[in-house]
């Protein structure tokens, strides 16, 4: 009787299990490596928790819609910028970015509501620059985001009296620590949850599938793309507001095409059709990324020292996510989620029927 | 085929860095760029030409069937590794080489001072597209490849040799990659990893406004964003002149919005549904 009133623990737990299939795991590698790994493998785990919000605020709005972005990395710089103008080297600010507005420039700002206010304007970015471009699809849209990206990489690489050009700005607070991050990468994922089971999600998945159909069925692509693109710049904006305040340093050639295709590399070697293809595509790619990039500085075998040459990490990168294109095209997890094999079930029959 | 190739700015590249022998060192010695210019030009064109076709076997073939966007992004991660494949053999610095001094030198027709290299650069462009209308309009070859790009299926079904045709198309846009490499190489004589990528940039823009599988609309687009940034770049007061690529891509962004599908559009632009 109770059971009908209000759901179950069952019923509770089967809704939340793509969500805890996520999180517990990460929890448990933080836990673990917290106790036991070394200072660099904690300092992986830490940059594997910011890639996982920027790549799943990524995935909000490139998996749910289909249409690819080359964009996002514009509101990850916007964020991380906003947070350095308020947060940054109180003494030296009015020195090296003299043109900053003076409330920004004679003095900081406290880190939580300039955390806040960054994030929220990487998400109004997002939307007026969605204004425009969500009224494009297919390749023009994908190719305005790049214009997109360009743009912001011109203008905060010569804005010299504000962005300090293309040097980097050093001397952020670093308060980011593993378990803030792990806390952010839940938040983010239960938010992309929430938002792809939502009225919302479950339309512009429609539209990822057929176009025409969504449309035929009184879906409008402009204000369902408006919207998750708006979300997604918010959520990348959390990102890159940790991960200048991990790195302690911002500077604007970070943001472009090599932190681009890093987040896409994932998004797709996981699989851009699911939540849990993002996750795990971060994790996988984090850790070819480490393990190479430790075989690069070298290790011995035998008494014998080896390394491969630098810039070999990037080359598997590219060689795997080419690899995972050609024979496995919908990535790693292939659009599913990780539940239970009767839920499984039931939304293959929704998706069919 | 309706691929956007991000990889088109590598050619270029690789083409440029064919010139020089890989070392460390800032002013290399010669590799190609010592033999005699027509062998030079002809084994520049050669490596790229190999280079596109290779990529082409390895990467896009497999994928045909797939849709724009993974090929996009499978694009996106070729360019990526031929990058940091240049990296690796030739070092990360930007590096000089001096070949075709000779044509730095002005030009002066009618009181007009150019350089000589700006004359060769307009020529050779201007061959090249009369060539290249030429052999899309009147030889089998090209005749089968615009069909192909309106209509694959249909175009296949009549026994057009699909791989040979698209590696065709990936052979020319190598041939035409290489003379870029040349012609840039010639004018800034540097090399730089990224020395492909702003102009690669720029012809997808041009490409897209000016309407994706339309040749005069490519050409179109190319005027334009030459125009703009030329206008731009004189007309702006000079401590926005920086700025001047950020005012050429949001024009690409607005002419976009007008009409989406570029400028001229071709029946092959058209969705169907």
């Known amino acids: ?61 490139v998996g749910n819609s289909g249409v690819i972005s080359f964009g996002h990395a514009t509101f990850v710089a916007i964020a991380a910028y906003a947070s350095a103008w308020q947060t940054c080297c109180e003494m030296l600010k009015p020195i090296t970015m003299a043109g900053l507005p003076p409330f920004l420039r004679d003095q900081s700002i406290p880190l939580l509501p ?54 980097s700005i050093v001397g952020l607070p670093t308060y980011v620590t593993a ?62 507001v940790l991960l200048a305040h991990y790195l302690g340093t911002v500077s604007i050639n970070n943001f472009f095409l090599s932190f681009t295709f890093l987040a896409l590399a994932m998004l797709i070697v996981g699989g851009m059709g699911s939540l849990a293809g993002a996750v795990v595509g971060v994790v996988v790619i984090t850790a070819m990324v480490d393990i190479f990039r430790r075989l690069e500085g070298g290790i011995s075998i035998g008494g014998q020292q080896w390394s491969l040459p630098a810039g070999t990490q990037e080359l598997i990168i590219a060689a795997f996510m080419l690899l995972i294109l050609v024979f496995r095209k919908d ?23 | 085929m309706r691929l956007v190739n991000f990889a088109q700015a590598d050619y270029i590249t690789i083409g440029a860095y064919a010139l020089v022998v890989p070392t460390a060192s800032v002013t290399p010695p010669l ?65 000089s080489v001096g070949i075709g001094q000779s044509l730095a030198n002005a030009v002066e027709i009618g009181g007009v001072r150019v350089p000589g290299v700006q004359l060769l650069t307009m020529g050779v462009t201007a061959g090249l597209l009369v060539a290249l209308v030429f052999f899309l ?40 990659g290489g003379a870029v490499s040349l012609l840039l190489t010639i004018q800034t004589g540097t090399l730089d990893l990224r020395m492909g990528l702003m102009p690669v940039v ?35 007061p000079a401590d926005l002149r920086p700025f001047r690529d950020a005012g050429v891509f949001t024009l690409v962004i607005l002419i976009l919005l007008v009409r989406p599908q570029g400028l001229i559009v071709t029946s092959a632009a058209k969705e169907r549904v």
């Not at chain 2, 009147?138 to 698209?166: C, D, H, S, W, Y």
Request: proline share 3%; charged share 10%; aromatic share 8%.
């Open chain 1, 1 to 61: 009787m109770k059971s009908k009133t209000m759901p179950s623990f069952a019923a509770i737990g089967r809704f939340w299990l793509p969500v805890l299939a996520l999180v517990v795991p990460l929890a448990l590698i933080v836990t673990v490596t917290g106790q036991f790994g070394g200072l660099s493998l904690q300092r992986t785990v830490i940059e594997m928790l910011i890639s996982i919000v920027i790549v799943v605020g990524l995935y909000v709005f």
């Open chain 1, 179 to 240: 378990w803030l991050a792990l806390a952010c990468a839940v938040l983010a994922i239960v938010i992309a949850y929430l938002y792809q089971i939502s009225a919302f999600g479950l339309a512009i998945r429609a539209t990822r599938e057929d176009e025409v159909a969504a449309a035929a069925s009184g879906i409008s692509l402009y204000w369902s793309r408006l919207i998750a693109f708006t979300l997604s710049g918010f959520m990348v904006g959390l990102g890159g």
């Open chain 2, 202 to 236: 720029y012809g997808f823009f041009a490409t897209v406004i000016g309407g994706m599988g339309s040749l005069p609309g490519a050409a179109l687009g190319g005027f334009l964003v030459g125009v703009a940034s030329v206008l731009l770049q004189t007309y702006l």
């Open chain 1, 114 to 167: 300039s955390a806040i206010v960054s994030v929220l304007l990487a998400g109004a970015a997002a939307f007026l620059t969605g204004l425009v471009i969500m009224r494009l699809t297919g390749l023009a849209a994908s190719i305005s985001t790049l214009a997109v990206l360009f743009i912001l990489n011109v203008v905060y690489s010569n804005w010299d009296s504000v962005t300090m050009g293309s040097a």
């Open chain 2, 31 to 95: 590799l190609l760029g010592a033999l005699p210019t027509a062998v030079m030009i002809g084994g520049v064109l050669l490596v790229v030409v190999v280079l596109a076709l290779l990529t082409e076997r390895l990467a896009f073939r497999p994928l045909r069937n797939s849709n724009p966007s993974t090929l996009l992004i499978s694009s996106f991660a070729v360019s990526y590794f031929l990058q940091n494949l240049v990296m690796l053999i030739h070092t990360g610095r930007p590096k």
């Open chain 1, 331 to 353: 990535g790693i997890m292939a659009g599913r989620e990780i539940g239970l094999p009767e839920q499984a079930q039931r939304e293959k029959g929704l998706i069919n029927g």
């Open chain 2, 137 to 176: 309009k009147k030889t089998p070859l090209g005749i089968q490849m615009r069909a192909a790009a309106e209509n694959f299926q249909m175009a296949r079904l009549l026994g057009m040799p699909a791989n040979r045709v698209i590696a065709l198309a990936f052979a020319i846009s190598g041939l035409l």
